[in-house]
């Protein structure tokens, strides 16, 4: 059975070491000092590796069920969610005034780190919980936060979101599902909405659905959805549970992983909703939090790849087969343990570096939105929209990657259930589809973010490239990380380059690329997260700190990543350069 | 329900208009003419299209079980596999005598793409069967083939193969089963086998097993390895079928795919056995047949790509998702197909570049392999065995990427198993394991084949591309495959030269970049193939052939290997290039 141990002194490293959060004048960050956040990283370290990671395996083996209309969740979800609601775990970040803590996105982000590598699917229903919360925090009336927030922050009642139909999932101007109004001012949804992840379960005394829907006569398309709250119970002013809504449950879909989440289709038949926000303005509710839940599936794709890692790390250590090619280093056995081979330390390097990269990466994200939401910093929230496309496709495209490397680790132990190797890769690669396939989020950085605000945001970014080069070229003891960055970044501009000059003329030359430039700039931004890291390990081992290994763990595990890894750079920018013509010269009964 | 449809004109491309077959001196070659190979193609995509095709859900979803000791196979594949058997279909390349049909194994390897592209699952058992078969043929005495081979080549009987013990599986010198000599000549063998493909079953009256073991008292390690036939039931001296033999199921293992195909861990407990080859020779009675057995597997990656591209470019036609960048496209539906956009594009043009390239690749492979065994053809045979582990690790590496980016054009509907394309990765995942793990094919190709003869035939290989594109510089009709072909050449080459400079010194220099050179190798072979493909596709059209969409296709298609793909070489060499300072730095403890 697979094992989970929180790395929390490589996450204390990089929001102290790094990106020095105490000393931030974002509202809220003073009061992590080192000790209070390790306080909370060892809890949720405890809880998760103790409680979370031993139900990963059960959750995959059982899934959920469906009997009479009642969803089943696996057997010890309950009691485990239990016991996070009452560690208060599930509302981190959310205001005071509706029960939660109120600390930074950029600590609960970490927190969810934990979670989500020990358990995934588990993790979903509150983590879905979040994201409709947030979206009642945004839009909501005083009334509807007050009467929904409250047991949702709590985890008491969990929340859904309803976007997709059968017929439907990018492109949800061609929704179906119907919002009719009603004297008293609420709306009867009816129509089907499939995929919906956590959708019904036996976990929380009640659900609360956003729906996105059309009220008919509105219009057409994308422009005609609103959003409604739509809970599975009616709920009375005093905020008592009344009657069944019409919704149920048609189905839960068989998955290729996240079996201990309950995917629904959920079928709603005149059921009663309110209408949240303004009328059809649905799609701008829904995508306010976006940035957010965007960074929280890219943090899956880190998540599932450092749990993967820490199992074929054991087992590298453990399973004895072959011999060095350098010559014996386990005489007292009857062979070496895997980890001696080059192509074995190989892959786990590919898997360690970028964990460490991505890690750095997520938590700079959080921390600017964070800035953004908490002092209103508008280049903070312009440099995240910028980079949350990547965040969501590269580490979830490569988190994918580097869990197939670890399940290869294995040999055929790998293949078989029974490790538990198998369910990472299964469980990692629906990272890659929802919340935006990542084709729509490297459509979305090149079609949109790029050029948003006039390219001010990108220049930003290689502003920062540029000031950290030029600020440490003197620094000897970064010009392993140094020159690899510039070479990279100059990658990332001669692409960007490309794409002005001609995605103009002729926007498929441009989309064509758009899979290999989200894959660079990812490279750019972990090779400038390493080189951070090593600026940061380097003025630890100069401050005379102890851990000398964990500082110089650091710098090999960055060089690996600056010497192996940002190559790549160069050949996706000599992909992006040959424009559309070879990808779009089929007709498409040719293919 | 995923559909498949076998490629025939593509093999009858590959087999005719590049490789040439009919023309060839190889014995047996000059009965190959189209309208032969043909019939047999057409036949057989019936018999896969039709018949074993429905069957792969079904195999997936059911599985294997073990009721009472005995092992049940999915509904339906009893009845397909009589009709295998019927049609001929299990011993094609097998000896007449034996009752095969004694034809060339290029033909034999494109039918066999075929059956595994429609159930790789199924496809499994005569596969098994067929390498069991193969080794009695080469290292039997007329005795045992008379006995065994003409059952085993009908599948009446089938075979497996039993290598892997729960401890070891690369490193097969630390096996324990032991067989212990008897009077009668015959041995008692007892151990436990793990991962034993088609180990049972309830489609054959009998299963052959060939057993690795060790006969006490004989030399450590793996220069102490037997080879035995342990047949499920005893066989007497008229055929037939007596006792059962001391050979049991212990479990069916839960597997992350292939479901249909029963791996089982098989007990022996003093099961009578007999010598197959050469006392303490069993690992090469074993392995005389590898470079057919890692070849099929290569071949298999090329399958699961080429099925899970057909249903994804169908899904990409049908599912209407947006519009086109440029304007639309279906202005009487409510969006465009998904085909119109470039991302969708780029995926489907990498599947189908690599699904085109792979297949021409793996027959030449094929054709080697013929003229080697037909008529004694030492350098084909040295050629194919250095290419053989580019074959196995890249494209079982490369085809089971191309199943996750059809998968990925699905979108959710990828990720639910209703749609099948899950399987499509599940099973593809296995290729890249068995038959030895894809880091031992990279050991293989840098630490042996690469220096095998002198380093022979790489320069063999070499001169192959040199001289094509020598022959071709002053065609404009090449220009595009033969400026990249040698680039990517060069990078091989420049590759080679590190490792001949550095492995010497440190052999962790090269192996460290072994892996990447298994996939640098490959593109480059892949270009070869494109390169030559073109120069079909050209000559073709200018004969005169009436089909010019098909030829123009195949132009296009390797213009954009060309241009998009084979860009990586540079990237895998700047990684090999680095040696193995940054690979092996880290302490273990470190990890």
Redesign the interface.
């Known amino acids: 059975m697979p094992t989970y141990t929180a790395p929390v002194k490589d996450i204390q490293f990089v929001l102290h070491d790094v990106l020095n959060v105490s000393n931030s004048d974002v509202p809220g960050y003073s009061d992590m000092e080192a000790d209070f956040t390790n306080a909370v990283l060892e809890e949720a370290g405890k809880l998760t590796g103790e409680v979370l990671a031993p139900l990963n395996v059960v959750g995959d083996h059982e899934g959920c069920r469906l009997e009479n209309g009642v969803v089943y969740t696996p057997t010890g979800f309950k009691a485990a969610f239990e016991q996070v609601k009452e560690g208060g775990w599930t509302g981190l970040d959310m205001p005071e005034q509706y029960g939660g803590q109120e600390l930074p996105y950029v600590l609960s982000t970490a927190v969810g780190e934990m979670f989500s590598s020990s358990n995934q699917a588990f993790t979903m229903y509150q983590g879905l919980t979040h994201g409709a919360a947030a979206a009642i925090l945004a839009h909501g009336t005083d009334e509807q936060k007050d009467k929904w927030l409250p047991k949702m922050v709590s985890c008491e009642w969990t929340g859904t979101m309803n976007l ?1 139909e059968p ?5 949800l101007g ?1 929704m179906r599902t119907k919002a009719e109004p009603q004297d008293n001012g609420s709306y009867k949804i009816s129509g089907q909405k ?2 919906i992840s956590a959708g019904d379960h036996d976990m929380a005394d009640n659900i609360v659905h956003l729906v996105l829907a059309k009220v008919p006569g509105g219009p057409e398309g994308i422009k005609g959805v609103s959003l409604f709250i739509v809970p599975k119970f009616i709920v009375d002013d005093e905020g008592n549970i009344g009657a069944r809504n019409g919704v149920s449950v048609g189905n839960i ?5 996240i079996h201990g989440n309950s ?1 629904c289709v959920l079928n709603y038949d005149e059921a009663e909703g309110y209408l949240l926000g303004d009328l059809n303005k649905g799609m701008r509710a829904m995508f306010t939090m976006m940035n957010e839940a965007r960074l929280g599936v890219g943090m899956q794709g880190l998540a599932a790849a450092e749990v993967a890692y820490q199992n074929a ?1 054991d087992y ?2 453990d399973r ?3 011999r060095a ?2 010559g014996v280093e386990n005489p007292n056995g ?2 070496d ?1 895997l ?1 001696v ?9 590919d898997q ?1 570096s970028f964990s460490e990269g991505a890690r750095a990466f997520i938590l700079w994200g959080a921390q600017m939105i964070d800035a953004a939401h908490r002092k209103n910093d508008k280049d903070a929230d312009g440099l995240v929209s910028l980079l949350t496309p990547v965040i969501k496709g590269f580490l979830t495209d490569e988190g ?1 990657d580097m869990t ?1 490397k670890a ?2 680790i294995y ?2 132990h ?5 490790h538990g190797m ?1 369910q990472f ?2 469980d990692a ?2 990272a ?3 919340e935006g ?3 729509v989020q ?2 979305d950085l090149v ?1 949109r973010k790029l050029a948003q605000d006039g390219g001010k945001h990108v220049m930003a970014f290689f502003d920062i490239v540029k000031n950290f080069c030029k600020d440490n070229a003197e620094d000897e003891g970064l010009k392993d990380f140094i020159v690899p960055l510039k070479a990279a970044s100059k990658d990332l501009q001669a692409a960007g380059m490309y794409f002005m000059q001609t995605g103009m003329k ?3 030359d441009a ?2 690329g ?2 290999d430039f989200m894959h660079l700039f990812g490279h750019v931004c972990l090779g400038l997260m390493w080189a951070q890291m090593a600026k940061a390990a380097n003025a630890a081992l100069a401050g005379g700190a102890s851990d000398t ?1 964990f500082y110089e ?1 650091k710098l ?2 960055g ?2 990543y600056m ?2 890894r940002l ?2 750079t ?2 996706h920018l ?2 992006i350069q ?1 424009g ?1 013509d ?5 007709a ?1 009964e ?2």
Do not use: W
């Open positions: 997709t017929h439907c999932g990018t492109d061609l499939i995929f879909e068989k998955k290729m992983g995917t790390v590298a250590k004895l087969q072959g090619v350098t009857p062979a343990p980890i081979h080059p192509d074995i330390r190989r892959s786990l390097m360690k994918y197939v399940q290869q040999g055929g790998g293949y078989i259930e029974e198998s890769t299964r690669r629906i890659m589809i929802y396939a990542n084709g490297a459509l079609g002729n926007p498929n989309l064509s758009s899979n290994a763990t090999t595990t060089r690996y010497a192996r190559p790549a160069g050949m000599a992909r040959t559309g070879t990808v779009m010269a089929l498409a040719n293919f």
